[in-house]
């Protein structure tokens, strides 16, 4: 069965530090999201993104966020200068056009900053 | 900004017991989807309700979305130790664009003792 991956599982960095989070989607799909979830809180919308543009954005994706697909394949998220904050489980979700609206999601990247 | 809250935030019942949770939206839905997270997983798809009062049920549980589209349940009948995890309602504002943004529920945390 098709599934989304992600890279790294985890990954541990200095505040302050950029750190690039890699999701490869599922081949015919073509709106991908970004979702964070906080150690045993809820999961937290970042952004969507079709037809190779921002989609939609909360407040909480600002200025040390972006996202790209540079290949046509990866999809990334880019945090700038890390906080302590931002330590979370980043999940990458992707969706095909029509269908149920499924988001199917990957198992994350787990970033812990010091 | 728009809030998704879910009761109970936990709940331990023992294997047999029936278990309900209830998903409640600030704004109107123009759908609501279910995800189960295991524990130390990642979101998985259950199902997607898109009708006023809408009723579904896949085996042992029972999806149901309220007539004015803000709340929704879920009941799951006679859990079984493999029910454990934690479930969660995703709601798609009446005014998102057509990326499909879902605002995840707060959770509800299941435990079966067996």
């Known amino acids: 069965e098709p599934e989304v991956t992600q890279t790294p599982s985890h990954q541990v960095t200095q505040m302050g530090q950029e750190v690039i989070l890699r999701c490869v989607p599922i081949?015919?799909?073509?709106?991908f999201y970004w979702y964070r979830q906080i150690l045993g809180q809820k999961v937290e919308f970042l952004v969507s993104?079709?037809?190779?543009?921002?989609?939609?954005k909360s407040e909480i994706f600002d200025d040390q966020f972006s996202v790209e697909r540079p290949d046509g394949s990866n999809f990334t998220l880019k945090i700038r200068s890390t906080k302590l904050e931002d330590s979370a489980m980043y999940f990458c979700?992707?969706?095909?056009?029509?269908?149920?609206?499924?988001?199917?999601f990957g198992e994350g990247s787990r970033l812990t900053v010091l | 900004g728009q809030q998704v809250m879910q009761i109970p935030q936990y709940q331990h019942v023992q294997e047999g017991e029936d278990f309900t949770t209830y998903c409640n939206s600030s704004t109107t839905l123009s759908n609501i989807q279910w995800y189960k997270q295991r524990p130390g997983g990642h979101p998985v798809f259950l199902i997607q309700l898109v009708k006023s009062g809408e009723v579904k049920k896949q085996k042992r549980l029972t999806f149901q979305f309220g007539e004015a589209k803000k709340n929704s349940s879920l009941h799951i009948t006679a859990t079984q130790t493999t029910d454990v995890g934690t479930y969660f309602c995703?709601?798609?504002?009446?005014?998102?664009?057509?990326?499909?943004?879902?605002?995840f529920g707060t959770g509800t945390r299941l435990k079966v003792l067996a």
């Open positions: 993104f079709y037809n190779n543009e921002i989609s939609e």
């Open positions: 081949s015919n799909h073509l709106y």
């Open positions: 979700a992707t969706r095909r056009e029509g269908g149920t609206g499924e988001l199917f």
């Open positions: 995703a709601g798609r504002p009446v005014r998102s664009s057509g990326t499909y943004k879902y605002i």
